[in-house]
């Protein structure tokens, strides 16, 4: 199959108002009023097919969902928050000596601030403020 230039429109499905379509129409409605001049009747089945709904199912009453619906008699039981120990909150001059001791012990940073148990962030900023040198960084 070739690349078209143009858009072909003879394999396009008929447009709604087409002369082909009105001929059509004006055709069925001829025979529809033929078929009624000579007796016939036209009944409209279309919302007489099926009952709207013939049952409903109630999940409520079936096997595997009622106990869903039933109201549970187990209450949940708060839970006691326990109470945290308070901590020892230490000074910033506290936490540079703990630091200057693993400092002088070898460690890095990242080690230190995790003995003393402080971030190591909050460790190279104390570094940083008080001059301690570590011998290792990472």
């Known amino acids: 199959m070739s690349m078209q230039r143009y858009h072909d429109t003879n394999r396009d499905p008929l447009p709604i108002?087409?002369?082909?379509?009105?001929?059509?129409?004006?055709?069925?409605?001829?025979?529809?009023?033929?078929?009624?001049?000579?007796?016939?009747?036209?009944?409209?089945?279309?919302?007489?097919?099926?009952?709207?709904?013939?049952?409903?199912?109630?999940?409520?009453?079936?096997?595997?969902?009622?106990?869903?619906?039933?109201?549970?008699?187990?209450?949940?039981?708060?839970?006691?928050?326990?109470?945290?120990?308070?901590?020892?909150?230490?000074s910033g001059e506290q936490l540079a000596a703990r630091l200057i001791v693993q400092a002088a012990l070898g460690a890095s940073p990242k080690q230190a601030a995790q003995a003393v148990g402080i971030g190591e962030k909050q460790a190279r900023q104390l570094a940083r403020d008080f001059h301690i040198q570590f011998k290792r960084q990472r």
């Open 17 to 90: 108002r087409s002369p082909g379509l009105d001929a059509e129409r004006q055709r069925l409605e001829q025979a529809t009023l033929a078929f009624l001049a000579e007796g016939g009747q036209i009944e409209q089945i279309g919302y007489q097919m099926k009952d709207k709904y013939s049952f409903v199912i109630d999940a409520s009453k079936s096997p595997v969902y009622a106990p869903l619906f039933q109201p549970s008699s187990i209450t949940a039981q708060a839970k006691q928050a326990l109470e945290a120990e308070p901590v020892e909150l230490l």
